[in-house]
């Protein structure tokens, strides 16, 4: 590690110490959703300025990117069951921030982003933009980084139906 102070670089060796194979203390499920609890109360407590819920603000940036959109798919994409999405969209749709709309075929339907809902993301979106940069700065972005790449190598593995799969 190398780590930089006014104009002093310092270089610094880590060395582990004992069993390297020595099974994590605790239960993973809990330390993470400990993580994910802290990280959602910043980024709640800052998107909530805007009068949203941080579900809310990834709801209509997901719309915003991929809409019109199928709900199964917007379900699919932003990785819940139908039923949550339902739930999460109606108090959308009664502000008027999303819209359905009959699909191609006149079974399936289609969400959209309406104007009002464009220009509350763009109002969240400066709250996230300020909980994103705190984080940042609290942790630093080398660990912000690191824990992109653990989460997107872990998301990877974890895919239905690769359980049991080889991995290389």
Not at 5 to 24: R, W
Not at 86 to 109: H, I, V
Request: hydrophobic residues 40%; charged residues 20%.
């Amino acid at each position: 590690m190398v780590l930089t102070v006014a104009t002093t670089t310092i270089v610094c060796t880590i060395v582990i110490v004992g069993n390297t194979e020595a099974k994590p203390q605790g239960c993973t499920n809990f330390k993470l959703r400990q993580l994910v609890r802290r990280v959602s109360q910043r980024y709640d407590a800052e998107v909530g300025k805007a009068g949203l819920k941080t579900t809310q603000y990834s709801l209509l940036s997901h719309v915003l990117r991929l809409g019109p959109i199928r709900p199964g798919d917007l379900a699919a994409a932003m990785t819940m069951d139908a039923s949550t999405l339902t739930r999460n969209l109606k108090p959308m749709l009664a502000a008027g921030w999303l819209q359905m709309s009959a699909g191609e075929d006149g079974r399936s339907r289609l969400v959209h982003i309406t104007a009002a809902g464009r220009d509350k993301r763009a109002e969240a979106q400066r709250h996230w933009k300020a909980a994103q940069q705190g984080l940042n700065d609290l942790l630093g972005i080398e660990r912000v980084r690191a824990i992109h790449a653990l989460v997107d190598d872990s998301l990877a593995l974890l895919q239905p139906g690769l359980e049991g799969a080889e991995h290389d």
